[in-house]
């Protein structure tokens, strides 16, 4: 079991930026790929970024070149370091773990992430 808690969000204008935080407990599987997804008010979840168990990183189209994914040696804690932040970067964002980048088994109770003009 796996817990996942997220910590950073807030509010910020345009251009600012933040750093989301994505504490991981419990049994840490070496081969689970770890990744960030969002959800503003009436769309659909989208995946943002992910590293998967040999460090890959991937990124959504939207947030490359703006957005970093880093993860510690012990894979206990996620990074999102957010720059140029924009107002549809909005969304709460959630950090996530699998036994695949395309299908994860446990999830935290988001943060959010609010970007005014």
């Known amino acids: 079991q796996v817990q996942l808690v997220e910590s950073g969000g807030g509010s910020v204008q345009s251009g600012g930026s933040l750093r989301l935080s994505c504490a991981v407990f419990?049994?840490?599987?070496?081969?689970?790929?770890w990744g960030w997804f969002r959800q503003a008010p009436g769309k659909e979840r989208e995946a943002v970024a992910y590293?998967?168990?040999?460090?890959?990183?991937s990124y959504a189209d939207s947030v490359k070149d703006r957005f970093t994914l880093s993860q510690d040696n012990a894979k206990n804690k996620l990074s999102l370091e957010m720059n140029s932040l924009k107002p549809e970067d909005t969304a709460m964002y959630y950090c996530?773990?699998?036994?695949?980048?395309?299908?994860?088994?446990?999830w935290g109770q988001g943060t959010q992430v609010t970007v005014s003009s």
């Open positions: 996530a773990a699998g036994y695949t980048c395309y299908d994860y088994k446990y």
């Open positions: 419990g049994y840490i599987y070496s081969g689970y790929c």
């Open positions: 590293i998967d168990a040999n460090g890959s990183t």
